[in-house]
């Protein structure tokens, strides 16, 4: 690697995140970020070998002779967010690199050490639903086992508060969570728009299991959370007498995902947040000549599915209407599962006729044909 670039890249703290994996001996990966220690930049290492995370933090310089002498001649693959670009780094058994340079794809996270602070559920003092589901103590200390979710909660509420502009506060808000299981970020929701920002908030969750929806129902009442309820049905056969809102199904397997979109666009949800799990409806169906070298292989054919289906999916939103976006959900070091789909009913006729072009071409290249498709046209399952 060019070593003046990393120079560039750390004088001019440019480095958002950087993630080292395939190693050429063991079972190690490395990720490093900036962090803020008395208003000093700092690169916090974390490596992780066996699951066990070792932490340190080094100096730019340090962490420049870091990458260059020790992880890329112990590393096959390496990846440097900037807020530049990223680049994508492979290295042969010689240590040479060969890099590609790719648009960038984050953006710079708040580099407090302590990012609690910044948390839109702060940690500190307790709050009862999370001391009820478990995951804080009652002195308001997150529980260490628990940290993925209270930070995967937390990261689901900022994305939720980008979009209330969109809500008015005057008329009550119908939230529906389609596969909700343990409601761990139903409750979250709940008490975010109804506590924190004022709503007034008429909330279902709906889930398959019927034990895991009562226990939810009975947390519910002890907590006070007077108009949240959980209803044990099929996401497919729910049939509300009021309109949806706010639409949130996280996680929901396969293509529950998909009855969940086409039931908030079918009953005009101005805003959408999914976050699809599982994929496995395109993995038989994709066909393509000239993408042979890549479907051949098991891997790179479920992954290409998995991402295709949601390409598809983000497609059909902005074709009904919906400005759609894909984010980040959560780190991927947390969950595989971390594709977040937003989108927000405003779409103009010429941004739905464009979506319908993009769709149909990526639709015939893959030779696909998605249930969401056929469920928006109302040729399966129509609401009654
Ligand atoms: C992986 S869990 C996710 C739970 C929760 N949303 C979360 O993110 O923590 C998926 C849940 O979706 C529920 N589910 C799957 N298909 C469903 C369907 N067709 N109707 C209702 N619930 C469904 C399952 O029972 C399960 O509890």
Known sequence: MNPKLLT??????????????????GNEKVSIRPISIKEKILYQVTRVVDHKALHSNLTAEECQKFIL????????????????????????KKGEVNMLTKPASKTPQDLSH????????????????????????AQG????????????????????????????KATPLHVVDFGCGKAYLTFALYHFLRDTKGFSVEMTGLDLK????????????????????????????????TPIDLMVSLHACDTATDFALSQAVRRASRVILAAPCCQHELYSQITSHSLG?????????????SLATDAARAELLEMHGYTTQLLEFIDSTHTPKNILIRAVAENS??????????YLLLKNALGISPILEKLLAGEKQPLN
Do not use: W
């Open 8 to 25: 560039k890249i750390f004088e001019e703290q440019l480095l958002i995140q950087a993630a080292f994996s395939s190693p050429r001996q």
């Open 141 to 168: 200390k997150v529980l260490p086992e628990k940290g993925d979710k209270f930070r995967q909660i937390n990261r689901f509420l900022e994305m939720v508060a980008d979009t209330l502009v969109h809500f008015d």
């Open 349 to 358: 006729a010429e941004k739905k006729a464009e979506a319908k072009g993009r």
């Open 210 to 241: 019927k034990d895991v929806v009562q226990s939810c129902q009975a947390i519910a009442e002890k907590l006070g959370f007077t108009t949240l309820h959980f209803l044990h049905q099929n996401i497919q056969d729910f049939n509300p007498k």
């Open 69 to 92: 002498e020790e992880l890329i001649p112990h590393f096959k693959q390496g990846f440097l967010y900037t807020t530049d670009a990223d680049y994508h780094l492979l290295m042969n």
């Open 114 to 137: 302590n990012r609690s602070k910044n948390h839109l559920l702060p940690e500190g003092a307790p709050l009862p639903f999370l001391v009820e589901l478990g995951i804080m103590n």
């Open 293 to 305: 070298g890549l479907l051949q292989y098991g891997i790179l054919k479920e992954r290409f599915a």
